[in-house]
């Protein structure tokens, strides 16, 4: 993108902070639009805008007989243009002669922003002192004051005029109701802070959909966050072209496209709809001015040095223009089939000449039209009253539309105030609502399969959807104005207290749809995030759908998962693709061209709309990225997300280096290979004594069993019942020693059947029985018996297949070298795992004796 043509610059004004804007032309006049530009040189100058290097009128704007710099200016068709100075001055000037036609106002410090209102009525104005003065034009008075921060870089109106917003020089974005002076947001470090002597200016843009949404800057270098409007939520962030901060952004006309410069030196335009990057620029310097034409596909912009460029066709011919009207859009297609029919005249979609600027000239290319406009946007923004309907509040289509995500089993609220969030062959889950709060009730039809009754649910979350498992029940709540969309689960039975849970997911994220399986939950949001949860609340893997999700199902280990995959078709059917996951290997979707790898983070290089890098002229290289190898684990308590990401982190490692241990076919390989598995086994288990350490302290007993079940080397199990013993939670130590037990149990059953095949001899029997293969971790009933078919979720692998038969991973390299090698059977003591009739005895013996735990207290009799 970036290798496009380059822009044609000219001179306009000296190096520093210039602007520039396009002039319409009045309404039922004959003149034409003029580009308008201004510059540290005290210069303002009527351009025309076929011809920007041509300068139609110059002004000098002098103090003292020195020219004043020009920060800013702003422009309405049929009103005065309005500058900006470095005097203090906010002074008018007619077009075309230029004239001076007085001072809208003035302050004690420089001007740095201005902006007209929609109608051309009222004037914002601010700088470095502290407020913004609305200032009506026709009488050139200020009517209102908004009580804002010093240094004022930036302001936009609402295409409404109900609000303005503003970015000030520490980073803070404001919204103002202009009605009433009302702040509506105050948010600090939501844009990147601006140096005094900084031409950046951390321009924000609204939407000219009736503002739907608003465009900023964001924090991280880059972004672009676009925030929906009256709930001032972050709605969706585009990123990945700039280098550095965002200094300028630019809606078209129409709102299909957004146009950013960045202090990087790069122009991008970017699809709203499909939030990807069409096109991409390289400038001779930072861009201070932005502009788009407001009836031809050309975007002007001025940078820092002075240079002034008119980027002639930005969008591409097949996607409509930037100035195509949207609504004019839904009744061509109405009109395809009788234009196809005519033999007379020129139809529009052949591209007549009365076609909208920009629009595709064949059917084929309208096809791609109706793609472009099938917007994924979450559906907070569909049908904003006040401005034009349809998908993502972006395009007015009297197309059909997408659907929204669907809870199977659930209805709609009755008349009686009662409704199924879940109804499937297990029971339901019914939600009655009252005066303050609702009541959630859980009910089986098998009621000798479940005894005990289920607790009734007090919900203050207002929940919208609900999913019952086998285990438990899963519920989820879209945001509102008192809480984030919240993910609550509650097991119907549990043998450690705090065993339910509930999380916040980020702001912007909504929770779409879940379901609830024998061993986790799934919660797909409209983030297309597809978060999997074990049944103790930590998140094991994280998802990306390839589309909006439509639908979640589960069943044991199984998970259905449906999503948009296009737009639904003329005649009303839905595109809908789907995947069924036995809860498996995960397959990344991330797509980068990969340099190098580590096992903390990747090394590579980022491309966008290219399976590989452009090789750049002269000695330039791309760019090579550290991506962290960390996933956006969702954790209960923050804390312990490090710890849970790691562990996903280490069990992806372990599962690739375990595979291509027993591919190795080498001697010196495979031992190698084997020396990896066993040192990453150990760091593994490193991770989760600390996670159970952290969990023991928060007294969550059941998912330190789940850790338990993830550990691999029986020291790290002795290390756990220590802990459960240190920390007195007798429960849960006694399931450990059991698991201990069975462990010791299976590894002597597995020496056993090795001696059997003939492993005790020859080249086998000098080889060591330290590293152990995995052995999933036991499932216990209601009376905490250890069941080896059982076994606990693991953050590292996915499937729930039944385990074969525990077999011992040998190998070379002499067993003095490894501290957890066992010892010949000579050496061996009692309770050796070699010596299988004397296992469980020693095991319970060593479980028992107060002696074993060095954190039990003695009496004094032994003190003695």
Known sequence: MAGGKPLAFSDAHAAGLCSLAYLPAEAGSSGSVALVT????GKLCFRSADAPSEVQKEMLVANGGAPTPLHCLAVAAGKPVVTGDDANFVKCYTHPDGEMDGVATRFTLPVRALAYSPSGASLAAGGDDEGIKLVDMASARVFRQLKSQAYTRSIAYDPEGAYIASVNGDGTLNVWEIEGGKQQLCRRKACPKVDLDSTARCQPAWHPDGGSLLAAPGTEKGDIVLYERMSWEAAFSLAGQHSDDVSLLAFSPNGLYLASAGMDQALCLWDVNERTCLEKRLLPGSATGLAWHPSKNELAVITEDGQLAVWQEPVPAKLPGPTADVDALAGIKQKGAAAAGAGDGVSVLEGGADAPTGMAATEDEYDQEDSFLADSAPKAYRGTKGRRGGYGAFSSFDLPQPQDAIQPGATEMGDNGRRYLAYNSLGAITLRQEEDYNVVEVTFHDTARMRKRVPLLSDFFGFTCGALGEKGALYASRSNADSASTVVYRPYESWAPNSDWSLALP?????????AGSSFCAV???WRHLRLFSQAGTQTHLLTLPGAPVALAARRHQLAAVWHGGPPTASGDQCLHYALYDVAERKATE??????????????IVCANSPEPAVPSGNQRPVVTAVPLRPPVVAQDAALAPFEADLIRHGALLSHVTAAAADAKDGDDASELEGAVHQAQLEADRITLRLIQKLLAADRQARALEAVGTLHNMPALEGALKLANHHRATALAERISAFIEQRLAMEAAAAELEQEDGYGDGEAAGRQHGAVTPVPGPAFDDEHAASPAGGAATAGNMSRAPSPAPRAVVGGGGGGTNPFARKPAAEAPEN????ASTVAAAAA???????????????????A
């Open 38 to 41: 201004a510059g540290p040189d």
């Open 524 to 526: 797909a949001t409209s």
């Open 845 to 863: 013996a060593k479980r028992k004796a107060p002696s074993s735990n060095p954190f039990a207290r003695k009496s004094k009799a032994a003190k």
């Open 591 to 604: 797509q980068y061209w990969i340099v190098g790898l580590s096992a903390r983070e990747l090394q590579a």
């Open 832 to 835: 050796s795992p070699g010596n």
């Open 507 to 515: 702001k912007g994220e909504e929770a779409e749809c879940a379901a």
